[in-house]
């Protein structure tokens, strides 16, 4: 590779075609593909990898305490939580609809596990969403009297597609 090519791809962060490129390269020698396609394989994992970040980053983002999803849920462990109902909830058409959900039960039966895993599939999907327990939210709806910042946090809690309460 030449070094402008490498500054150029450093310069427009480019940094997966970076890391990939010639071993793209010998493939393509190897393969005898056109440079159409060679510039597509290039792009591809440079967009992949984008998106990858995104959701790395929307994941951060959203404080959540674990990453339990929802295929990894234990039903049989759970005989009280419908799974049919759950796939049902995957599908976050309570999201378009702008509905709630909340999870009722003792302690040790899986709501927590079931709103991550649901928050999880919203990130997947690139929905904004965020955890926070219940005290928290207080504290820092308390706090935002104080110092009158109630409106930004109003704003910044409204932008969310879900706000994931927990302890309530």
């Keep these: ?3 402008e090519l490498e500054q ?6 480019l ?6 490129y010639e071993e793209q390269l010998r493939a393509a020698e190897k393969q005898d593909v056109t440079y159409s396609e060679f510039l ?9 990898h984008r998106q990858e970040s995104a959701l790395e980053y929307r994941i951060r983002r959203a404080n959540l305490p674990e990453r339990w999803s929802l295929e990894t849920f234990p039903f049989d462990r759970q005989p009280g939580v419908s799974r049919k109902q759950i796939r049902t909830f995957a599908e976050l058409d309570f999201l378009a609809k702008a509905e709630n959900i909340i999870f009722i039960g003792p302690t040790a039966v899986g709501k927590s596990g079931l709103a991550t895993g649901l928050v999880l599939k919203a990130l997947e999907n690139g929905y904004r969403c965020q ?3 219940a005290q928290d939210l207080f504290d820092e709806m308390y706090a935002s009297l104080a110092d009158r910042s109630s409106r930004r946090l109003v704003k910044r809690l ?5 706000l994931y309460i927990d302890k309530w």
Excluded: G, P, V, Y
């Design 158 to 162: 409204a932008r969310l597609d879900i």
């Design 8 to 13: 150029l791809l450093k310069n427009l962060k």
């Design 15 to 20: 940094r997966r075609m970076l890391e990939i």
């Design 40 to 48: 597509t394989r290039l792009l591809r994992a440079q967009w992949h």
């Design 131 to 133: 955890f926070i327990r």
């Design 1 to 3: 590779m030449s070094e």
